[in-house]
């Protein structure tokens, strides 16, 4: 009976995913530093975001390949929001790296339809 569950469930390499954890958190570290400490660096918003590819794709690579296997099988699961989530935030923070000046000229009250002077905040 448990060799029917094994199949149907692999249960994933833990030492691959401790590896993939730890490497993650290294280059989520390395990220942590040059927004907080080295901001001071010439290009370092581009170099955060070279830092980002290699934990977007080879450290989250298992999020993608279960999110592509549950869209071919029709079915909605946990890696297709995750994959989604990420890759849309990630393209988002490229477009402000590209383009930072982009949402300084938008004002929240006129998108809600308010006119700048009832802004609730100061």
């Known amino acids: 009976m448990s060799n ?24 989520a570290i390395v990220l942590i530093l040059f927004s907080t400490v080295f901001v001071h660096v ?4 581009e170099i ?6 290699p934990v977007l794709l080879f450290f989250g690579a298992p999020f993608y390949a279960g999110a592509w296997k549950g869209t071919r099988s029709g079915r909605n699961n946990i890696d297709r929001l995750v994959a ?18 982009y ?18 905040f100061p």
């Open 103 to 120: 949402w300084l000229g938008w004002n929240r009250m006129s998108i809600m339809g308010l006119p700048p002077s009832s802004s609730p």
């Open 84 to 101: 989604l989530t990420t890759s849309v935030a990630f393209l988002f923070s490229v477009f402000n790296t590209f383009f930072p000046d």
């Open 42 to 45: 010439p290009y370092t918003r």
């Open 4 to 27: 029917i569950i094994t199949k149907a469930h692999p249960v994933p390499d833990m030492h691959s995913t401790g590896l993939r954890v730890v490497g993650a958190w290294l280059f």
């Open 48 to 53: 955060q975001m070279v830092l980002a590819i």
